[in-house]
């Protein structure tokens, strides 16, 4: 057990609809960090956020979003779903260093 | 921009044989390197890292790794596998600046496990 929690662990949802995926970092994890793993793309980052700011951008789309709220749990915004989104979405928190990674949100858009 | 390559997508191995996976890194500064292993249906583990110092070092469940900066190479390895040990596994390169470590990871290496 890493102390990351993710919920939840599996999604399912139609093209075009909207949702969120939550992580909870180990306890005095100041980042966060959020991959997207598929199996044409691999394991890709998206967004890190540093005690509760934006600190670096990969490779996220437009519809994505993702917020670090003042307990630093960390929330991931997937709107205008698309078949290609279906994924393996990892949440990883770090004090500086190693990351550690949560078990993932299983999303499957249908 | 970093980049891995890890040259075997899929290696097969006897249990007791010895492994070593490979993981090729192209980085303009001093790297964090790492091993991840992924079981199916579950998350990374971290099975060990490399920030500075000894270019051994040694990991979780018996593997180790050496960093060899002329090769660009932080190859993985275990002197006897076990059937457990069937998994994929990730090498990935972080930046060393604090506060900003995302990961690029490499393709994956399926571990097959024989009896």
């Known amino acids: 057990d890493s102390g990351v929690t993710q919920t939840p662990k599996h999604l399912i949802t139609a093209t075009g609809q909207r949702v969120t995926l939550r992580c909870s970092p180990r306890?005095?994890?100041?980042?966060v960090y959020w991959y997207q793993q598929s199996l044409d793309q691999g394991l890709q980052f998206l967004i890190q956020y540093y005690n509760g700011e934006e600190r670096a951008k990969g490779n996220i789309l437009e519809r994505f979003s993702a917020q670090q709220f003042p307990d630093l749990h960390s929330e991931l915004n997937l709107s205008s779903l698309e078949l290609g989104d279906s994924a393996l979405y990892f949440c990883a928190s770090s004090l500086g260093g190693e990351q550690y990674f949560g078990p993932g949100t299983r999303l499957t858009v249908t | 921009a970093q980049s891995v390559t890890q040259p075997d997508i899929h290696i097969t191995v006897s249990e007791g044989a010895s492994l070593e996976l490979r993981c090729n890194y192209s980085?303009?500064?001093?790297?964090?390197l790492f091993w991840y292993v992924q079981s199916p249906g579950q998350g990374l583990q971290l099975l060990l890292k490399?920030?500075?110092?000894?270019?051994l070092v040694q990991g979780i469940k018996g593997f180790e790794a050496e960093f060899k900066r002329s090769q660009s190479s932080f190859n993985l390895r275990k002197p006897s596998v076990h059937w457990s040990d069937a998994a994929e596994y990730f090498c990935?390169?972080?930046?060393?600046?604090?506060?900003?470590?995302?990961?690029?990871f490499g393709t994956g290496t399926r571990l097959t496990i024989i009896p």
């Open positions: 980085y303009g500064a001093t790297p964090y």
């Open positions: 490399y920030f500075s110092g000894d270019t």
């Open positions: 306890s005095g994890d100041l980042s």
């Open positions: 990935a390169v972080g930046l060393s600046n604090f506060g900003n470590e995302k990961l690029t």
